[in-house]
């Protein structure tokens, strides 16, 4: 079947080329995609309306949405209108992700694991509240914010500029209403999973890096690197995560009816009382998606349709042994301010380093070289027998590629190689 994947990021190269080795895959339409997969047919569409049309002409018979803001547009309620199959969930159900609040209510509804929080729409409220509870404290804007909305503020001045900044529009509408939550401490995980309304199929662990810097240090981050899998995810664990979060999720949004066949992303951490919730994606996670599917032996597209089509309980997911680690190679500046427009060279010599080097900020420039265009430009991906193994052919890989003034955090997968050694 022709198939169509909707945006131009790492994760969706990754998508793109675990999709293209299924022998269910015909011509891969890519929108508006990126220089990674030279054989992927671009496609110029970018409203949900020209997106569903382009898929009626063109036969597709499998449309894989990346990015949650066309997600939370209703792409899907548009799709399943005109009877095409399309991977995510409803305009309703994407509010899981679009909206903290939505989601915060839906945790407290169903009895899922999470901290407390508390909701403001008006700002002096907001700032009064931070005075009665004090600090640490996270400070979300309640809406989209490409990952860059969440503050941890250690300290009331951290905490009173992030309520300030959301309220001054640093995130747009999305932070017109702010939440106020409790810092849980313990160690991230993120859990991917496949559901179809019906079934729910947990895929293999991961942990990502949202701090710029080494250290966990910095400015939050749309993902500076990720390994899979998460050692701090033991089978025992993830027996729990399955009774006390995934399961529960399954339950509430039958109970909601919640039109859900996609892909839920459960944030984690890891508390002394067990896993709690920090927040809901509705789509893959990005770079996550890199280590991950970097690790998937099973056939992707064939558990796509099965969501797509509410048959997922027909599918069992084969994962290789081996961890994956993806760095992010970012420009100089993220995710503040960057130049664009960079040349890059090395990518091939790290692919035979043996590396999968997915684009996650790159473009042709007039000249039809391969240039910097995003703050994130590459995931830089490898797998090996050990994490230390995986950590270090990455890192190969990094250092055979360059350009002017590039970044990267170099302690990614460092939780795991303490665990490892």
């Not at 240090?217 to 979060?245: D, F």
Request: charged letters at 20%.
């Amino acid at each position: 079947m022709d198939i169509l994947l909707v945006g131009a990021g790492g994760r969706e190269h990754a998508i793109a080329w675990k999709m293209m080795q299924s022998p269910l895959a015909g011509k891969l339409y890519w929108a508006p995609g990126n220089p990674g997969i030279p054989q992927a047919i671009p496609v110029s569409a970018k409203t949900p309306e020209e997106l569903a049309k382009f898929a009626q002409s063109h036969g597709i018979g499998l449309t894989m949405v990346g990015p949650e803001a066309m997600l939370c547009e209703g792409i899907v309620d548009l799709f399943r209108e005109r009877g095409l199959r399309i991977v995510g969930p409803d305009r309703r159900a994407a509010q899981l992700e679009g909206s903290k609040a939505f989601a915060k209510d839906f945790m407290a509804r169903h009895g899922l694991p999470t901290g407390k929080a508390r909701i403001f729409t008006n700002r002096q409220e907001a700032l009064q509240y931070l005075e009665e509870t004090g600090a640490p404290i996270v400070v979300k804007a309640d809406g989209l914010a490409a990952g860059k909305g969440v503050v941890v503020a250690t300290d009331l001045n951290a905490a009173r500029e992030a309520v300030e900044s959301c309220f001054e529009g640093a995130f747009g509408a999305a932070g017109s209403r702010v939440l106020l939550e409790e810092c849980l401490t313990g160690e991230e995980a993120s859990i991917l999973a496949l559901c179809d309304g019906k079934t729910i199929v947990p895929l293999a662990s991961s942990q990502d890096h949202k701090r710029a810097y080494d250290g966990d240090k910095g400015p939050n981050t749309g993902g500076m690197g990720a390994y899979s899998p998460a050692p701090v995810v033991t089978p025992a664990l993830m027996e729990e995560i399955q009774s006390r979060i995934l399961q529960p999720f399954l339950k509430g949004v039958q109970e909601d009816g919640l039109y859900f066949r996609g892909i839920i992303y459960a944030g984690i951490m890891v508390t002394a009382e067990g896993p709690k919730l920090l927040e809901f994606n509705v789509r893959f996670g990005d770079p996550e998606t890199q280590a991950v599917l970097a690790r998937l032996d099973s056939d992707l597209v064939e558990a796509l349709v099965a969501t797509a089509d509410g048959r997922l309980g027909e599918v069992t997911l084969t994962w290789s042994p081996h961890p994956a680690v993806c760095v992010v190679m970012a420009s100089q500046g993220y995710p503040g301010a960057y130049p664009k427009g960079l040349p890059i060279q090395g990518i091939a010599q790290a692919e035979e380093a043996g590396c999968l080097v997915f684009h996650a900020g790159t473009r042709r420039d007039e000249q039809g070289r391969l240039v910097t265009h995003g703050g994130r430009v590459l995931g830089v991906t490898a797998r090996a027998a050990t994490v230390r193994q995986a950590v270090e052919k990455a890192y190969q890989g990094v250092s055979l590629i360059s350009w002017e003034g590039a970044e990267y955090r170099r302690d990614i997968a460092y939780r795991a190689l303490q665990r490892e050694s």
